[in-house]
Nanobody, 122 residues
Framework: QVQLVESGGGLVQPGGSLRLSCAAS??????MGWFRQAPGKEREFVAA????????YYLDDVKGRFTISRDNAQNTEYLQMDSLKPEDTAVYYC?????????????????WGQGTQVTVSS
């Protein structure tokens, strides 16, 4: 069993930046991802990264603004979010324990963090 703990969320003005972190209690050798859920909406894929960090995959709306990365020595995943927009407001979740399906599917991951709130507002 792997536990995931996110941190780094908060309130930021449009155009600002935040860096989310996800610390895993154990080794997560395979792909990891970030998802988000806005009020009244379904959880949606944001970004994913391969086990060695060599491949990344993004939601079209965040390409060029968000950067996913990982530090396997620290069992930690990151999401650098720049040029934030009000529509990025959501609870952000990290995911691990990839089951070998498509990276953008939420049912591809076994472990989830508790979520961290990101609010983009002036």
């Amino acid at each position: 069993q792997v536990q995931l703990v996110e941190s780094g969320g908060g309130l930021v003005q449009p155009g600002g930046s935040l860096r989310l972190s996800c610390a895993a209690s154990g080794r997560t050798s395979y792909a990891m991802g970030w998802f988000r859920q806005a009020p009244g909406k379904e959880r949606e894929f944001v970004a994913a990264i391969s086990g060695d960090g060599g491949f990344t995959y993004y939601l079209d709306d965040v390409k060029g603004r968000f950067t996913i990365s990982r530090d396997n020595a620290q069992n930690t995943e990151y999401l650098q979010m720049d040029s934030l927009k009000p529509e990025d407001t959501a609870v952000y979740y990290c995911a691990a324990g990839w089951r070998g399906r498509s990276w953008y599917r939420s049912d591809s991951y076994e472990y989830w963090g508790q979520g961290t709130q990101v609010t983009v507002s002036s």
